[in-house]
T-cell receptor
Framework: AQKITQTQPGMFVQEKEAVTLDCTYD???????LFWYKQPSSGEMIFLIY??????QNATEGRYSLNFQKARKSANLVISASQLGDSAMYFC????????????FGTGTRLKVLA | NAGVMQNPRHLVRRRGQEARLRCSPM?????VYWYRQLPEEGLKFMVY????????ESGMPKERFSAEFPKEGPSILRIQQVVRGDSAAYFC?????????????FGPGTRLTVL
């Protein structure tokens, strides 16, 4: 069963506007971590933001925030004030807390910021 | 503080040859993970290693693939007798520990092309 689902293969956003990238997950482990990474065309994986399953507050890092809805098992990434340099692939990943160490990645969303 | 280093960045091999990919984790990180990314797909876990130990190789193909992380030197992912289907980007990541909150930091990847 797919554990991380990103349903938006591609998204467009106008420069300076906000955009939400969707991510839903599936786990029975009460302890888990959710991560977002950015992969620009150059190919490297850049860590953006982390949300723990027990965190009471939604995570924020500069222009990135994570809309964490635990009951709905969603962890959407919100990018505010989009910039042209935000054009990239964005991956959501989950790490379960019991007995595993690996990340499980979604299939990614390709974001294009329009001038 | 240098990030995760991978070399070579690009590797071209003919079918049947061996490919050797190297990864030096971030300073202070003793946990190394290898992931493979096929074109237009998310990253898939291959293997998790600590110094001199393979902890989880559940994502690694049973034949032709091997990994090591010796006491001294980088982690090595070795692919013997490469085939066209091995063409992919191979990412190494490292973390200081294995708690669920720990972020894995990725190297720039090695892009393997099999002719």
């Amino acid at each position: 069963a797919q554990k991380i689902t990103q349903t938006q293969p591609g998204m467009f956003v106008q420069e300076k506007e906000a955009v939400t990238l969707d991510c839903t997950y599936d786990t029975s482990d009460p302890s888990y971590g959710l991560f977002w990474y950015k992969q620009p065309s150059s190919g490297e994986m850049i860590f953006l933001i982390y949300q723990g399953s027990y965190d009471q507050q939604n995570a924020t890092e500069g222009r990135y925030s994570l809309n964490f809805q635990k009951a709905r098992k969603s962890a959407n990434l919100v990018i505010s004030a989009s910039q042209l340099g935000d054009s990239a692939m964005y991956f959501c990943a989950m790490r379960e807390g019991t007995g595993t160490y690996k990340y499980i990645f979604g299939t990614g969303t390709r974001l294009k910021v329009l001038a | 503080n240098a990030g995760v280093m991978q070399n070579p960045r690009h590797l071209v091999r003919r079918r049947g040859q061996e490919a050797r990919l190297r990864c030096s984790p971030m300073k202070g990180h003793s946990h190394v993970y290898w992931y493979r990314q096929l074109p237009e797909e998310g990253l898939k876990f291959m293997v998790y290693l600590q110094k001199e130990n393979i902890i989880d190789e559940s994502g690694m193909p049973k034949e032709r693939f091997s990994a090591e992380f010796p006491k001294e030197g980088p982690s090595i992912l070795r692919i013997q007798q490469v085939v066209r289907g091995d063409s992919a980007a191979y990412f190494c990541a490292s973390s200081p520990r294995t708690v669920v909150t720990d972020t894995q930091y990725f190297g720039p990847g090695t892009r393997l092309t099999v002719l």
